[in-house]
């Protein structure tokens, strides 16, 4: 009998390399699987069935872990704010890790021998996939024929071609990856430090002028409703959101990090519904949860963002940060008022029975009612002890 092998596939052309180079060279059974996690249409998702048949498996999977991915992953990430280098949704990264989760599940209930990815050597991918199989499965072994063999895109097209796949993998001037937390777009111009992308490279493009205004609702941390229509399904209420605000344009900009492997790298995106949701979101926060509580999710949600991004998903303090992101959402919950305009967008405000301006203490800069003018005395007094001190024992040794 052959060796069960189970690619994860896209459909484009590293992946088609590989579903043929494996069954055709190597003689394995193999078996697709397409991990959903909200990127693919139904009729995509068919397209690439047929590649995969086409190209010699010997069965196909579509794995839909979108709502997995809500739950364990988007949600945390509204939590904690988490953008990457205060720009980026973390957007692919976090897909990755729940597909290679979705994969490799998938290979032990096939019983498979191997598991394999089309990633290339040169990215952050290679390590999300390789780092979640190992973990979670050590005793299936790990094929990458695309990072092994340097294979040219030229060379890749040909031997599809030799053996009679004819397929159009005419290299596009952008690449374009979507999900449900945002497109990444590369280019030519993302290989230089001193370029951006053009307008016309991103998917969605400016098809509203006028400015509009619209609410979120948050409950307890979570989207719940977008302009006063709640909804428990907070997928369809991420796509709603995305539709309205990519029409003028909003979301896109330009991620520059530190790659898992130590390089620097640039990528476009687009991500008008995470980018509205995160800001809104942290907006409400600053009304509704103490000083001490946003600087410790600032810390948390910083580290819980760079381990996502590089692979450490499945490091157990991530479960032990989740429990502490999801405790301070218990007061974080109202509606946040913003004004929609082409490529930008004004927080306006908000509107929530927790909202701690709304107190009988005072108002800043206005009125005092819970102190006195001596109380503010005594207290300045003892505030600047320390600093007294410090500034006299250095005058005293001058």
Not at 118 to 137: E, H, I, K, P
Not at 175 to 186: A, E, M, P, R
Not at 340 to 362: A, E, I, Q
Request: glycine share 8%; charged share 25%; aromatic share 10%.
């Amino acid at each position: 009998m052959k060796e069960k092998v189970v690619l994860a596939f896209s459909g484009g052309l590293d992946t088609s390399f590989c579903a043929m180079y494996l069954a055709q060279e190597k003689g394995f059974e193999v078996h697709t699987a397409v991990a959903n996690t909200g990127g693919f249409s139904e009729e995509e998702l068919k397209v690439i069935e047929d590649k995969a048949y086409r190209l010699g498996a010997k069965s196909h999977a579509t794995l839909d872990v979108t709502q997995e991915y809500y739950d364990k992953s988007i949600r945390y990430m509204v939590f904690g704010n988490v953008l990457r280098n205060g720009t980026y949704p973390i957007s692919v990264s976090s897909e990755r890790i729940f597909q290679a989760l979705a994969i490799i599940n998938y290979a032990k209930e096939l019983g498979a021998d191997y598991v394999a990815h089309g990633s290339t050597g040169a990215g952050n991918d290679q390590v999300r996939f390789d780092l979640t199989f190992d973990v979670l499965a050590p005793e299936i072994k790990i094929l990458t024929p695309t990072r092994d063999l340097l294979l040219s895109r030229e060379a890749e097209i040909n031997y599809l071609k030799e053996h009679g796949y004819e397929a159009d993998f005419t290299k596009m001037e952008y690449s374009i990856n979507k999900g449900l937390w945002g497109t990444s777009v590369g280019g030519k111009e993302t290989l230089k430090s001193e370029q951006t992308l053009p307008d016309e490279a991103y998917p969605s493009q400016v098809e509203k002028t006028e400015p509009e205004t619209i609410t979120l609702q948050f409950e307890k941390g979570e989207l719940c409703g977008v302009n006063g229509e709640c909804s428990d399904n907070k997928i369809a209420l991420i796509n709603k959101l995305e539709a309205i605000a990519s029409k003028f344009g909003i979301g896109r900009d330009m991620h520059i990090g530190d790659t898992i492997i130590g390089i620097k790298g640039r990528v476009g995106f687009e991500a008008a519904a995470p980018l509205l949701i995160i800001n809104a979101h942290k907006m409400l926060e600053k009304h509704t949860l103490t000083k001490w509580q946003q600087y410790w999710k600032d810390q948390l949600g910083n580290w819980y963002g760079m381990f996502l991004h590089e692979a450490q998903y499945l490091e157990p303090v991530m479960r032990d940060i989740e429990q502490f992101l999801e405790s301070s959402q218990q007061n974080v919950t109202g509606t946040v008022i913003i004004k929609l305009r082409p490529l930008g967008y004004t927080l306006v405000g908000v509107d929530s029975t927790y909202d701690l301006m709304k107190t009988d203490f005072g108002e800043y800069g206005e009125m005092n009612r819970a102190w006195s003018a001596d109380d503010v005395k005594g207290f300045t007094k003892i505030l600047g002890n320390q600093m007294k001190i410090f500034y006299n024992v250095q005058k005293r040794n001058q």
